[in-house]
């Protein structure tokens, strides 16, 4: 697959030349088409050659990019194929990179497979909050089942209290008077006192 410049300034005669393959796999029973080799030509002569790794996608989808690129910052999907040619000179970067290389119809790209991992940042990060979430859940459910009920055990007895030790006078008031040796005192009776075991 070429793809010319034509008459574009000092792009004249560049050609930017993508090898794909395919093959067919049988654990996914289908065709896979893969990008083996990027070539850059000037005038008709290679100047340089990148091997592609990890760009393939099934025969029947395209295959979707942000960034193909030859820089490490962005992943670098394209590697010089040898350390001795002109490749190591040239910087190559496709922004929004999109390929298809068979089964095309009516000149559209297929649904696309995207190059982004399962386990990007995001994804990661995401992952590790859940995580951290369900284990405060799951703390909290442990504490509240093992949490022991309030069980208020109340025994209430009805005694006297006496404030001076008098005599015991039956009387139906709630305070009787007492009298001895000039000082009045009073007797509480029928005052409830409880304990509350916890």
């Known amino acids: 697959l070429s793809l010319k410049f034509g008459d574009v300034g000092n792009l004249k005669g560049l050609v930017i030349r993508f090898l794909l393959t395919t093959s067919y796999y049988e654990l ?20 340089a050659t990148f091997n592609a790794t990890r760009i393939y996608a099934p025969a029947s989808y395209s295959y979707h990019c942000e960034h193909v690129s030859s820089l490490q910052r962005y992943d670098a999907l394209l590697i010089p194929s040898s350390a001795n ?76 209290a006496y404030f001076a030790q ?8 709630e305070k009787e008077p007492l009298r001895s040796s000039g000082n009045e005192s009073y007797e509480l009776r029928n005052q409830e006192f409880c304990k509350i075991y916890i």
């Open 166 to 173: 008098t005599k015991d006078n039956d009387m139906g008031d």
């Open 28 to 47: 996914s029973v289908q065709n896979w088409f893969s990008l083996h080799r990027l070539q850059l030509l000037y005038n008709h002569s290679i100047q």
């Open 85 to 160: 040619d002109l490749s190591k000179l040239w910087e190559v970067t496709f922004i929004d990179f999109q390929i298809q290389g068979f089964n095309i119809q009516e000149g559209h790209f297929a649904y696309a497979k995207d190059c982004a991992s399962f386990f990007s940042p995001a994804i990661l990060m995401g992952l590790v909050m859940s995580l951290i979430l369900l284990l405060v859940l799951a703390y909290a459910l442990h504490m509240l089942i093992h949490l022991k009920s309030l069980d208020r055990h109340y025994e209430c007895k009805a005694s006297p």
